[in-house]
């Protein structure tokens, strides 16, 4: 099993090309790993990783990438140097890029309007306002469940899209 900021490392250094303008923010690393824990769920039939997302008000949040990353706020995070695959196995490797081809050209905000229209997100926050804090969990099930409904039932490791 993964560990949350491999897999953020993993991301960022895959969707970062400064020469052609792409950075990849904490709202977007935080985005792509609720997807990537979706698919990985859905697809391969186990958690990415044990953490939990949590229902913030700009969607899905997992508190130690934040907490890693809280520094750089709005700003791009630099890509990290060296193997970011390594402890990854190929099925992972292969849900990671799949959802790195579907979502990765999608800017930040986007990714949020995303999540926010999904029911595990909205679940979680309940009637809150929409700024509101929260840090309600976002149960692995929840999302399982909504995403076989959504996508139907996936064959071991079998192409997202």
Known sequence: ????????????????????????????????????????????????????????PHGPVLPSVWQAFRDHRWNPIPAPEGDVEEGLDADTLGILQQVRAIYGAYSAKKLEEMSHAERPWLTARGDLAPEAFCNRIIPKADIVEYYTEVYGAMEDGEEVA
């Open 1 to 56: 099993m993964a560990q949350p900021i491999q897999v953020a490392n993993w991301f960022i250094k895959n969707l970062t090309d400064v020469d052609a303008g792409e950075v990849v923010t904490h709202l977007k690393v935080q985005k792509m790993l609720y997807f990537a824990q979706a698919w990985h769920l859905l697809g391969l039939e186990r958690p990415l990783f044990d953490e939990n997302f949590q229902a913030w």
